[in-house]
């Protein structure tokens, strides 16, 4: 079976590649093509890959190119990780929007738009050639904003694209873990949309054990998302917001605490890795060691400035794993061997949330078999959070528009509705700056 990695000189392949290196028996991966437009990084992803396979026999062959179409052909899965602009265009995201005194954040409020505004018309240029060129392929999506690059593709692609993230993933592992449970064996009650959803209840074996969360204090507090949230606030809440609801309850202090930042997380990142990517230009290098150490650092400082505003202190060390290789897998496996499960994913709506329509993408849990993934079926969202999940979605479905008409005031449009965009003149100032620094940003006319 092959697999096509776009993006696949990103820091992160090798965590894929080695979750494909723990599988075995009938239908699994045995060749991975990576795809990118920088030879150079495709170059030194491979060699982390190959110090990966070393060990292991039968390893999936790995192969790379920078030429799109001879990647995608014949592709049975195709994960898209693409980052348009780079980390140098996530550090302009962030330097625009807090110039401006709002968020810049990589997938929420005015940095997540540009970076949507970016990348839709790439996504939207893959999905249309998957359609021409491997029609039966399936696609992964983990190309961030996740939610609104998969509803643009699923427009062209219908069910056969999947959008993926980490995020609730690792809340439900840390809710279980804290109450005690096998997070294998519990039912996540999570809705709502990428980077913007609650956990409502966590069922073993039939029972609901998040009241007895809730009701704890000193348990509630005692994890991530109480020591980020404040046990009061959960308590109000009823529920355990996705940890990126952080920009949204406390917006103001993540505003204040990022313009205070030495760096802004996309600049560390950008720094970070160019300094690993030059590594990888060495022939002596330990490629595997130089991965590892770098990947430990950055999974250490993520949210950083989220959690020095809540005083939550250094992130535990259960929590520096990831995850999202883990659900890509799973849901390669239980489609290619029509082995069942269940997953939290990014797929149409269908009926399952009223106040959306059937087309718009939500993260919700699903079944997935040889068919696809399903949403099911799942009580509504509380008024509170219905309110900001329509009002994000009817934010990405103008970006959406303004990423096919081209048309630059749908784009103000889009800045200006968000609830983290406080004025109409400042969105006209993020478009003009943005413009002024992305050259993708050159078709809004």
């Known amino acids: 079976m092959k697999l096509t990695i776009l993006g696949g000189g990103g820091f992160r392949v090798p965590l894929v590649y080695g979750a494909l290196l723990t599988d075995r028996g009938e239908g699994r991966v045995t060749e991975v093509v990576l795809h990118d437009l920088d030879a150079s990084r495709l170059y030194a992803v ?48 962030e330097r625009v929007a807090l110039a401006e005194g709002v968020l810049g954040q990589e997938t929420v409020g005015a940095g997540g738009i540009a970076y949507g505004l970016r990348t839709v018309p790439v996504a939207v240029d893959i999905a249309r050639r998957v359609a021409r060129l491997a029609p039966d392929a399936w696609v992964i999506n983990f190309t961030n904003p996740a939610g609104l690059v998969t509803e643009a593709m699923s427009r062209h692609l219908g069910n056969r694209v999947i959008g993926i993230c980490d995020s609730p993933v690792g809340l439900g592992r840390r809710i279980a873990r804290v109450l005690g449970a096998n997070p294998q064996e519990a039912w996540i009650d999570y809705v709502g949309l990428n980077h913007l959803g609650w956990v409502r209840g966590l069922r073993v074996a039939g029972r609901d054990e998040l009241p007895r969360l809730l009701a704890d204090p000193d348990l509630l507090g005692s994890f991530e998302e109480g020591k980020l949230f404040g046990v009061d606030w959960l308590q109000s809440l009823g529920a355990i917001p996705n940890e990126y609801l952080h920009y949204y309850y406390f917006n ?193 006319k």
């Open 252 to 444: 103001r202090e993540a505003v204040r605490s990022y313009q205070q930042a030495e760096k802004t997380r996309g600049a560390f990142l950008a720094d970070q890795q160019a300094r690993f990517y030059a590594e990888m230009k060495r022939p002596d290098a330990a490629a595997l060691t130089a991965w590892d150490r770098t990947r430990a650092e950055r999974e250490a400082t993520y949210m950083a400035e989220n959690r020095e505003t809540a005083g939550a202190g250094e992130r535990d060390a259960d929590d520096l794993s990831g995850g999202y290789e883990k659900v890509a897998l799973a849901l390669m496996r239980a489609i290619a061997r029509d082995e069942r499960t269940t997953l939290i994913l990014n797929v149409r709506n269908r009926s399952t949330l009223s106040a959306l329509d059937a087309e718009a993408v939500i993260e919700v849990p699903c079944l997935v078999d040889a068919n696809g993934a399903h949403p099911v079926a799942v009580a509504p969202l509380p008024d509170h959070a219905t309110g900001l999940v329509c009002a994000v979605k009817a934010v990405e479905r103008e970006v959406l528009a303004a990423a096919e008409s081209g048309s630059r005031m749908t784009a103000v449009k889009a800045f200006a509705l968000h609830p983290l965009v406080d004025s109409v003149n400042v969105a006209r100032r993020l478009v003009e700056g943005y413009s002024d620094v992305h050259p993708g940003l050159a078709y809004l």
């Open 46 to 93: 491979a060699r982390v890959l190959d110090e990966q396979a070393a060990a292991v026999p039968d390893a999936p062959r790995v192969t790379a190119t920078t030429d799109l179409d001879e990647a995608l052909r014949g592709a049975d899965f195709i994960f898209s990780a693409i980052r348009v602009g780079g980390l140098e265009g996530r550090a302009n995201d």
